[in-house]
């Protein structure tokens, strides 16, 4: 694997523990896609450092239980806006 790839995974794991970041927000924040942050955390990250991989995929993984419920506030926040106007 190539040395910036995982210096990358590396980097996303740390964004993604310190910010309890989803991984649509580290995406966005590091400029790749969505599938691309989701590899480096579950494939690369744990041939490079298993321990980080682990505390990354907690989160992921709290994240991913809580979805449904931040979708339902999206939608809820996104209908209350257009009945103000």
Known sequence: MKDYIEERA???????IDNNATVRQTAKAFGVSKSTVHKDVTSRLVQVNPTLAKQARTVLDVNKS??????????REKYAHQ???
């Open 10 to 16: 590396i980097n996303i794991a740390v964004y993604i």
């Open 66 to 75: 809580e979805r449904h419920i931040r979708g339902g506030l999206a939608t």
């Open 83 to 85: 009945h103000k106007e």
